[in-house]
């Protein structure tokens, strides 16, 4: 048996990482939804039992469906994710292994796929993330033929990704382990948008920290946050990925949800003050195990205490009032939702105003479950290679929300220069590609 830590969280597949070399194809997301988009799907150790729930289910919600019995192959399950065609990944502590279900399963439905056995490497595995979308570091979006299952292992102290069509003892496509990689009980994993893995590690004895790599071996962090006080992890049990900029972090010790900054260049042991704490007895949040976002940018929050998911506003800091509480069985560790990125903006014009450029676009016809708002900026033409995405310091360049309007105002453009206006959708689960880009050049004499 692992000796994996009954508290067990959630790290929801927000965006894909550029860093993973794909194995082999894989279906893509349907073009319509095998379930609704913005399904909640809570995984409960205890009693062995994943559960789907509908839209913003509230209260006693009936689950739309349940996957519990002897054949489902789940044992102390310790997080749940969905990939963009629904089909939905379970770890399982207690025995070791990686299970598949169809979108639709229910009751005592036979895994689609399995990964188990010696050659795995799987060692308590506690949270895992989905890379399908391949934004970041090595490749440009829009490239979803193929998916990762990224693992975080808490007692083999790894990060292991495994190609989603291979079964059985396989052998993980790439790994992150050793002694420089400052890997500690590593209980929660996401991908930040620039396509790294961020892990939570939480050592028995030690000080916890976060760290994130750019590339799989053994490596060292190029990024490590430990806070100090009154601001230190005390209890660090998940996390999700807001957008390029923030991550967000639940403390079982603190009884918080903490959002911090995250930057590339900073320093690779960083000490940072959070943006904003959501803490106190209005919330509810007692003992948290996990957090998801919606496709909207809510906050998802699972206490280890009652089982609760307690849902806040995408912005809530303080004492701050849920939106919704879900209550579930005792034994839920975590929640994952389904949703998929939006399409892109149509219909992207610029018109100039002497040193400015008014960018206006169309809503997407589809925003996979939500929509956050837009990136939208005017960039220089030596920013992008053959494709239409900027490429930007090695290609470390993801979208943050510029705005939630359908326009945007861009000053202090040089004369005589070239530019390429874009505009992507962005929600919790990534970002488009850009409406068709509008290349054009300031004159040199302004037009007023």
Do not use: C
Request: aromatic share 6%; proline share 8%; no cysteine.
């Amino acid at each position: 048996m692992s000796s994996v830590r009954t508290r067990v969280v959630l790290t929801i597949a927000l965006v894909g990482a550029g860093a993973l070399t794909p194995a082999a194809t894989r279906a893509v997301a349907a073009s319509s939804p095998p379930i609704p988009y913005g399904t909640m799907w809570t995984v409960d150790t205890a009693n062995d039992t994943l559960r789907a729930f509908s839209v913003g289910a509230s209260g006693a919600s009936v689950p739309l469906a349940v996957v519990s019995g002897a054949s489902t192959g789940l044992d102390a399950p310790s997080d749940v994710a969905v990939d963009q065609a629904g089909h939905v990944f379970a770890t399982n502590s207690g025995n070791d292994s990686i299970t598949e279900y169809a979108a639709t399963a229910d009751g005592d439905a036979t895994p689609a796929l399995m990964i188990q056995g010696p050659q795995t490497g799987l060692d308590g595995p506690s949270s895992i993330t989905i890379d399908e979308f391949h934004y970041g570091i090595h490749a440009l979006p829009g490239n979803r033929d193929f998916e990762y299952l990224v693992v975080s292992n808490a007692d083999g102290n790894s990060i292991e990704a495994f190609d989603a069509t291979n079964g059985g003892d396989a052998l993980p496509a790439h790994s992150i382990q050793g002694p420089k990689t400052d890997l500690d009980h590593p209980m929660a994993i996401a991908l930040s948008r620039f396509g790294e893995p961020m892990v939570v590690n939480n050592p028995e004895t030690g000080k916890p920290t976060i760290t994130s790599y750019e590339s799989f071996g053994n490596h060292k962090p190029i990024f490590e946050l430990a806070p100090r006080a009154p601001h230190r992890l005390k209890d660090p049990t998940g996390l999700a990925v807001i957008d390029d900029l923030r991550f967000l972090v639940t403390d079982a010790g603190r009884d918080s949800v903490t959002e911090f900054s995250y930057f590339p260049g900073l320093p690779r042991s960083t000490d940072l003050l959070p943006n904003r704490v959501v803490h106190g007895a209005d919330t509810g949040i007692v003992d948290p195990s996990d957090l998801s976002l919606t496709a909207d940018g809510r906050i998802a929050v699972t206490n280890a205490s009652d089982g609760s998911v307690r849902t806040f506003a995408s912005d809530a800091r303080g004492d701050e009032r849920p939106l919704s509480i879900l209550s579930s069985p005792a034994g839920t560790a975590g929640s994952a939702v389904y949703g998929v990125p939006p399409k892109h903006p149509t219909d992207l014009r610029v018109r100039l105003r002497g040193h400015h450029a008014r960018l206006r676009w169309t809503a997407p016809t589809a925003t996979g479950g939500g929509l956050e708002g837009y990136y939208a900026d005017v960039l220089p033409r030596s920013w992008f290679g053959s494709g239409t995405h900027p490429v930007k310091h090695a290609n470390r360049f993801a979208p943050i929300v510029t705005t939630t309007a359908d326009h945007l105002k861009i000053g202090h453009l040089t004369p005589g220069h070239t530019y390429v206006a874009i505009s992507e959708a962005v929600n919790a689960f990534g970002y488009s590609a850009s409406a068709p880009p509008v290349t054009f050049k300031v004159p040199k004499r302004q037009v007023r």
